[in-house]
């Protein structure tokens, strides 16, 4: 999450990415989470307005559940807010519960990335993860986030917008 929205959002703490691995950050975000519930934002997110009072009304109505908060597909505009299987979306901005993190841990030290990927990334162990545990998560409609303009991670390739298409400033 930059610096510039971390009011936003109270109790943040900011990781930064030392490694330039969205794998390796997540990692030192969830080791940073312990067992309690979080949210986890990066830096080329766009808030909301009352971010904070929709993610605590999301977490409210699904305490223990994985939520995911970013979707560009047009289903959301059609089907709206559902539970979803693997494979993971994104995460731009994600709330991941406690009694999950130590069990993602252990499975992320172990995972090898996927043999036609060169860079080991987040998105990719989420789904494998969601797919090995057989789990869902929630799918937030409308985002309460969407993509800004910037150079992705995952593909070097520079984005002029990655936009939700339920986003509401």
Known sequence: MALRQAEAVPGAE????????????????????????????????????????????????????IIQTYSSERADLTRGERWRGPPWGSSLCFHWPGHLVADVMEYAAAWEHPPHRTKRHNDDMLTDYLRA?????????????????????????????????????
């Not at 330039?20 to 080791?31: C, I, M, P, V």
């Not at 998560?137 to 939700?164: D, F, K, Q």
């Open 14 to 65: 900011i990781v930064g990415d030392t490694t330039h691995s969205t794998y390796d950050t997540l990692q030192a975000a969830f080791g940073l989470q312990g067992a309690e519930s979080a949210w986890h934002i990066e830096d080329d997110a766009e808030l909301t307005a009352r971010w904070a009072q929709k993610a605590a009304w999301l977490v409210q109505g699904h305490p223990d559940a």
């Open 133 to 169: 545990r057989k789990l869902k998560y929630w799918n937030a409609v409308p985002s309460l986030v969407t993509h800004r303009a910037g150079y992705s991670a995952r593909s070097g390739r520079y984005w002029h917008e990655r936009p939700s298409l339920t986003f509401e400033r």
